[in-house]
Every structure is written in C-alpha cells, then in structure tokens.
Nanobody, 125 residues
C-alpha cells in the first residue's frame, strides 16, 4: 500500500510562485510510476493539471497552466515537484497528487490508484 503526502501549499499574491511536493510516506521511490497533479476549486469538479510518466520521459500540462507550471521528479526520484509560477486567482484550489502504477500519464482521475489528501493553494491580493 502506498501513501502519498503533498506539501508546499499556501497563500500567495497574483504573479507569485509556489512549489508543491508529492512524496510517498515511507520514502518509496516514485520513479516507477506516473504521478499526476489534479486540483479542485470550490464548486467545481476536480481537473487534471499536470503529469509526469515513469522515468520522467514524458510530461503534460493542462492548457490553463502550460508555460507557467513545471513538473519534475527530484530527490533521487522520491519526490515529484510542481513548480507553479505567475499564479492567478483562478489557480486557487486544493491540489492533489495521484499515482498510476502503470506508469503512463492520463487525465482521467479514475485511472490513478493512490491519492494524497491534498494541499490548499490560495492566490489572492
């Protein structure tokens, strides 16, 4: 059983940056899996934000964050970071990381096998 833990959320002004991290609670490597980031804003459905495949060979991003958000596997592939730049009020949401054991990125959340509890990101002046 894998347990994902997100960190790095917080409050920031528009135009600011945050780095979210996702790690497995027991220190298990994430390199064998695809890791996706999703977000859910108040009153809205959860949506896919970004994903990095097994080995980090492939990444993808939602159109709304393309060029502003960057995803990478770090810390000996034990952490997946989502660097969020030029943040906008519409980026405000609870952000979740999710793991797909198959290693391929998908935007469909029901493909993912394990989920973190989420971390709040608030962008406001």
């Amino acid at each position: 059983q894998l347990q994902l833990v997100e960190s790095g959320g917080g409050s920031v002004q528009p135009g600011g940056s945050l780095r979210l991290s996702c790690a497995e609670a027991s220190g298990h490597t994430l390199d064998y899996y695809a890791i996706g980031w999703f977000r859910q804003a108040p009153g809205k459905e959860r949506e896919a934000v970004s994903c990095i495949s097994r080995g980090g060979d492939s990444t993808n991003f939602a159109n709304s964050v393309q060029g502003r958000f960057f995803i990478s596997k770090e810390n000996g592939k034990k952490t997946v970071s989502l660097k969020m730049n030029s943040l906008k009020p519409e980026d405000t949401a609870v952000y979740y990381c999710a793991l797909h054991v198959g290693g391929t990125c998908f935007s469909l959340e029901n493909i993912y096998n394990y989920w973190g509890q989420g971390t709040q990101v608030t962008v406001s002046s």
